[in-house]
């Protein structure tokens, strides 16, 4: 079974640029999530779809990042314009559900350095 | 919300030596708690997992027993390898809400 994809896995910009992060899941998973993984530090979630739809965006900064999952299949993620402290990795998962009992599987992530 | 607290690291341990990673939560309902594993340049890893009390994950040779009293699932392994080197994390989910996760606790094993 394939697992979850995401390219670019590197990416370097200059501030203000923008950048996008794309993520096709795992087949016949139905949520998506996307995390922020700033080194040294646990992944924060950014963003959760339930097929195409928005469950959770709360700690999405909305001047600058934007996500959309079409279809409900795949997903991008975008920063416009970036800023230094956006240099993270990006991490896309999947699951079957959003309930607690289904496992999220992990990207292998794009790491973003804003120089 | 959801939160976790890990051990604070980096853990050292000699091959074959006792690992015990402590990690305890807060939650609201009844959540699933999971350790995920991050090796070296790699992404996040299920480890295994735990969806009730008294409930036992195990895998490669880890385990973690889910504690309601306690609201813990502390991560232990009898006999620990170099390749287990990487960074653990805990992480409650509960109900419909995302995966929450701590700032997880690097172990390296030497030979």
């Known amino acids: 079974e394939a697992g979850v994809a995401q390219s670019p896995r590197y990416k370097i910009i200059e501030k203000r640029q923008s950048v996008a992060f794309w993520c096709n899941p795992i087949s016949g998973h139905a949520t998506l999530y996307w995390y922020q993984q700033i080194l040294g530090q646990g992944p924060k979630l950014l963003i959760q779809?339930?097929?195409?739809?928005?469950?959770?965006d709360s700690q999405l900064p909305k001047d600058r990042f934007s996500a959309e999952r079409l279809k409900g299949v795949d997903s991008t993620l975008k920063i416009q314009p970036a800023k230094l402290e956006d240099s993270a990795v990006y991490l896309c998962?999947?699951?079957?559900?959003?309930?607690?009992?289904?496992?999220?599987?992990f990207g292998q992530g794009t790491r973003l350095t804003v120089v | 919300g959801d939160s976790v607290t890990q051990m604070e690291g980096p853990v050292t341990l000699s091959e074959e030596a006792f690992l015990t990673i402590n990690c305890t939560y807060t939650a609201t309902g009844y959540p699933s708690l999971f350790w995920y594993v991050q090796y070296p340049g790699e992404g996040l890893q299920l480890l295994l997992k735990a969806t009730k009390a008294d409930d036992k994950g195990s895998n490669k040779g880890f385990e973690a027993t889910y504690r309601k009293e306690t609201t813990s699932f502390h991560l232990e392994k009898g006999s620990v390898q170099v390749s287990d080197s990487a960074v653990y994390f805990c992480?409650?989910?509960?109900?419909?809400?995302?995966?929450?996760f701590g700032k997880g606790t690097r172990l390296s094993v030497i030979a």
């Open positions: 779809f339930q097929n195409n739809g928005v469950v959770d």
């Open positions: 992480a409650p989910q509960g109900g419909n809400t995302p995966l929450v």
């Open positions: 998962a999947s699951s079957l559900g959003g309930q607690g009992n289904f496992a999220a599987f």
